[in-house]
């Protein structure tokens, strides 16, 4: 589904990711994790196709096409969407009105026709009772005046109602409490599917908890420093990130 | 610069749609202002002896003043004398009795603009007065509202039917020395609307102005003057359009709102006129002064607006709350792009006890436009337990453009509570990126973002109007995108 080859970013001179290489398969899940200004963040950016950097070399590859070539819409329309790490607040406009925007958007794009608005919304209304989530929600402004955790969740009600094929989860565990990390990760469980794949960028072992991940990867310096199974990531809970430093001074 | 940058860049190029001329044979008085112009207007109009008097108070007074320089705007000096004060279409001289005397070319004009006259189109059951240039054209819907006791004509047909109404409140209001371009207005004003809402009358359907600039070199004076009686209620509409041109053409109209004792007017406009082009050559200037009076105890008045016209806006629709328990509103969208400059507000004169203002105001910056809200409120000596609420947010668009705030608060009673909120912000990349990631077209977030921050002023404008506000301002923002 995803190939990144050789990936070269720099920001203003600077460069953030020097040669990411990474493969993600149809249905699987892939956590990315790594010490504070890794490139995590940037990775993800890069993959929705976010202003401000500069790809100085390597590719990445989207079900075969040229994923930076692509705008931004074009990207979501194909199937990518990331979770942001900060939501954006939208004053003014309504969630339930920013969701079907942003799905007869798609919609529009893959030659359906717009969802009747009954069925939309109900189909919506659905979907936030999994995620414990109180219909006002649908009609206050998008994100404003959220708490941390609301917002976490309503990115991914956004992503349950949007149905994208590849998920880009930036942080999502960040500012949440225990049960609402338990909401999201079953919220996020219950997409997977072998046709969805899942990228999640987290800093701590604790998401992976809940979301099982196929594979982890550690990025350190902008570069993929280890790859493994689940136990990486307990790994790497027991030892901190100490020795990926090491490792990448030697 | 970014992409984003670029796309809002294309999408704040608007075009403006309703730039076409009418060819119309009219007739129009050679450019020029004195004592003479004047009368030959009143005599033109077959006016009584007592108007022709009070515009030659205003002319004389006028004369006088100085122009104001106190706004946040930049123009050249206006020559008056380059002005012609007079344009009617030909076809007009003796006036229209019906709407089949009316020149079909006039009926095609407002059906261009959407503004079908044809009563039999019942246009969602609003009554339209169309002023075109400088005399009224049609008004529909007039024999169902005089069943209801409504009076809503032209000025020049009020000024023949019912010249006891415009002797009592004719500038009772915004005097005909008030203020430099009222004073103009006052000697050379040539139509406008006249609505009377009789005591205890809720007007059975919303009236509307539709004003329209057409021949070249010609200023625009309109007034108009809306009575509600004692608990009495209307909704008054008003929208205006004009023909590009590249010379500056002027607009200098004044509005009175009298209300009665619990009676409440509703008044919105959607302000289109012509903004010059994208290098600030041409376009309206839009000097207006609007001021409404709730004169009796628990009367009420509510200012709209929406201004996405002009090369130069300037007004300040105002309301002085003299009734104890009086209400007055303002809720404002002003967009400025390009080169275009706006300076408005609201004044807000307490008088009245237990009075209460609301202000709402969000101004949107783009290209050059340089936006200026300008407000007072004030709190007289004998206004026990005044409030006002004021919120004045500024979005900008872009990095040339500018937004200010002037707000005024003058309080002579301590019992007032006064309180003022002021946000400015900018489309941030932020925004539009969270936008498109999720599938929303640029285009569409700028616009989605736009009518977000504009919301609390259409949830006040009445359906009709809010859709045709939102649909001017995604024009306005409208462009080329990928």
């Known amino acids: ?250 | 610069m970014s992409a984003s940058n670029e796309n809002l860049k294309d999408m704040i190029g608007q075009e403006y749609k309703d730039g076409f001329v009418t060819d119309i044979e009219s007739e129009s008085f050679p450019p020029g202002l004195s004592e003479d112009v004047v009368r030959a207007i009143s005599a033109k109009k077959n006016e009584p002896e007592f108007l022709l008097e009070w515009r030659l108070e205003a002319y004389r007074h006028w004369l006088t003043m100085d122009h104001p320089e106190w706004a946040f705007v930049e123009f050249p000096k206006i020559d008056f004398q380059e002005i012609s004060y007079y344009s009617a279409p030909k076809s007009m001289a003796d006036g229209p009795k019906s709407l089949d005397e009316v020149d079909p070319e006039l009926i095609s004009t407002y059906n261009k603009l959407g503004i079908p006259l044809e009563e039999q189109m019942r246009l969602a059951g609003v009554a339209v007065d169309a002023v075109f240039d400088s005399v009224s054209v049609a008004t529909t819907f007039k024999d169902k509202l005089y069943e209801a006791g409504v009076i809503f004509c032209s000025f020049s047909e009020a000024v023949k039917e019912h010249p006891e109404l415009i002797k009592q409140y004719l500038g009772t209001v915004v005097s005909q020395y008030d203020n430099f371009y009222a004073a103009l207005n006052a000697a050379v004003f040539s139509d406008g609307s006249f609505v009377y809402i009789p005591k205890g009358v809720r007007c059975p359907m919303e009236l509307s102005t539709y004003f329209r600039i057409n021949a070249a070199n010609t200023g625009q004076f309109e007034r108009t003057l809306i009575i509600a009686d004692e608990g009495s209620h209307v909704s008054y509409l008003e929208g205006c359009t004009a023909p590009m041109r590249d010379e500056n053409q002027l607009h200098a109209a004044v509005v009175e709102l009298v209300i009665l004792k619990d009676a409440e007017i509703k008044y919105s406009t959607v302000q289109n006129w012509y903004p010059g082009d994208e290098n600030g050559v041409g376009g309206i200037y839009n000097f207006v002064t609007k001021r409404a009076e709730c004169r009796g105890d628990n009367s009420k008045v509510s200012w709209t607006q929406v201004e996405t016209g002009s090369a130069i806006t300037w007004k300040y629709p105002s309301v002085v709350l003299k009734g104890d328990n009086s209400i007055g509103e303002f809720y404002s969208v002003a967009l400025t792009n390009n080169y275009q400059q706006a300076d408005t507000g609201t004044k807000m004169i307490h008088y009245g006890k237990n009075t209460s203002s609301t202000i709402i105001s969000k101004g949107i910056s783009a290209g050059h436009g340089q936006n200026t809200y300008r407000g007072l409120v004030k709190i007289g000596r004998k206004a026990e337990n005044a409030r006002n609420y004021t919120q004045c947010d500024s979005l900008l668009m872009g990095d040339q453009c500018g937004a200010h705030t002037f707000p005024y608060i003058e309080t002579k009673n301590p019992s007032a509570t006064i309180e003022h909120e002021a946000s400015t912000s900018k489309i941030s990349e932020d925004q539009l990126f969270y936008c498109m990631q999720r599938g929303i077209s640029a285009e569409d977030a700028v616009s989605m973002i736009v009518n977000g921050f504009c919301k609390e002023v259409f949830k006040e404008l009445p359906m009709e109007f809010a859709v045709e506000a939102q649909a001017l301002l995604g024009i306005s923002l409208e462009g080329s995108v990928g």
């Open chain 1, 1 to 250: 589904m995803l190939k990144i080859e050789d990936l070269h970013v720099s920001v203003e001179g600077k460069e953030i990711l020097r040669g990411i290489n990474l493969e993600i398969g149809k249905g699987e899940v892939h956590a990315i994790m790594g010490p504070n200004g890794s490139g995590k963040s940037t990775l993800s950016y890069i993959l929705a196709g976010r202003d401000g950097y500069n790809i100085t070399k390597g590719r990445v590859l989207f079900n075969g096409k040229d994923l930076l070539e692509m705008s931004v819409e074009e990207r979501a329309w194909a199937g990518v969407f990331l979770a942001f790490q900060y939501p954006v607040e939208v004053p003014g406009v309504s969630n339930i009105y920013f969701l079907k925007a942003a799905l007869n958007g798609i919609r529009k794009f893959n030659g359906e026709s717009e969802l009747d608005a009954m069925d939309f919304i109900s189909m919506v209304k659905g979907k936030m009772k999994d995620l414990d989530m109180d219909e006002k929600f649908l009609y206050r402004a998008v994100n404003e005046g959220f708490s941390g955790g609301e917002k976490k969740r309503n990115e991914v009600l956004q992503m349950s109602v949007l149905e994208p094929a590849l998920c880009v989860m930036d942080e999502t565990d960040s500012g949440l409490d225990i049960d609402a990390l338990q909401i999201v990760a079953e919220g996020v469980n219950r997409l997977r599917n072998p046709e969805r794949s899942f990228v999640l960028i987290t800093h701590y072992q604790r998401l992976l908890d809940y979301i099982k991940p196929d594979y982890v990867h550690v990025l350190a310096h902008g570069r993929v420093v280890k790859s493994g199974g689940p136990e990486l990531a307990l790994e790497l809970e027991e030892q901190g990130y100490a020795w990926v430093d090491e490792k990448v001074a030697s």
